[in-house]
């Protein structure tokens, strides 16, 4: 079985400054890793995705992040935010195979203030 | 492409009642997966459909039921509703297994 941490449920931050949205996973095969965004009253939309490869991954609105395997981590980060990435961010993890489901963390609620 | 479309994007009924929710895939894709969203418990997997089978399952009762039709849109029931299944209720699609999920804007459902 696999499960996704994010140990950081609010994450204020003041506009222009980094931000780093934590993410940890437990699985005994290889896995793919996401992150969302939800904007309220929205479905989720894809940042960014690792499948292979580089493990630093960029996506879209400036996010990156990096795969780092041994310590099971997929932080997610952005140098200099804006107002407009106030969202619900959420990690997710597919073990390789088939007819495998995705399984999300919990969420991370960022804040950005001015 | 048009997005993955859900409709309706709000339902109240009331508890005992059922509800059906409606799901169309992104053009293409086989796969339609559907999700629980609440404050509480978070996102939970409900089922995955491909190719009309369903191939995955979560841990909900039997209540909750899914189909697939042959042009890939997917519907959810949800029978003898419970005040506790109040939620956002989340599709997605994707083309192959290992490909990212597209998410619908989801139907809110209320139940009273």
């Known amino acids: 079985a696999q499960s996704v941490t994010q140990l950081d449920s609010q994450v204020p931050v003041f506009e222009e400054a980094p931000v780093e949205l934590r993410c940890n996973y437990s699985?005994?095969?290889?896995?793919?890793l996401f992150w969302y965004v939800q904007y309220p009253n929205q479905g989720l939309q894809l940042l960014l995705k690792?499948?292979?490869?580089?493990?630093l991954v960029k996506g879209i609105n400036g996010f990156e992040a990096e795969f780092n395997k041994s310590q099971t981590s997929f932080h997610l980060r952005k140098p200099s935010v804006h107002i407009s990435d106030t969202a619900e961010y959420f990690c997710?993890?597919?073990?390789?195979?088939?007819?495998?489901?995705?399984?999300f963390g919990t969420g991370t609620r960022l804040q950005v203030t001015l | 492409k048009a997005g993955v479309t859900q409709t309706p994007r709000y339902l109240i009924k009331t508890r005992g009642q059922q509800v059906t929710l409606s799901c169309s895939p992104i053009?293409?894709?086989?796969?339609v997966s559907w999700y629980q969203q609440t404050p509480g418990q978070g996102l939970q997997f409900l089922f995955e459909?491909?190719?009309?089978?369903?191939?995955n399952k979560g841990n909900f009762p039997g209540r909750f039921s899914g189909r697939q039709f042959s042009n890939s849109r997917s519907e959810m029931n949800v029978s003898t509703l419970e005040l506790g299944d109040s939620a956002l209720y989340l599709c997605?699609?994707?083309?192959?297994?290992?490909?990212?999920?597209?998410f619908g804007n989801g139907t809110r459902l209320t139940v009273t």
């Open positions: 459909y491909f190719s009309e089978t369903q191939r």
């Open positions: 690792y499948l292979s490869g580089s493990t």
């Open positions: 699985s005994s095969v290889s896995v793919y």
């Open positions: 997710a993890v597919l073990n390789t195979g088939t007819a495998s489901k995705l399984t």
């Open positions: 053009s293409g894709h086989r796969s």
């Open positions: 997605a699609s994707r083309e192959e297994t290992n490909s990212p999920l597209h």
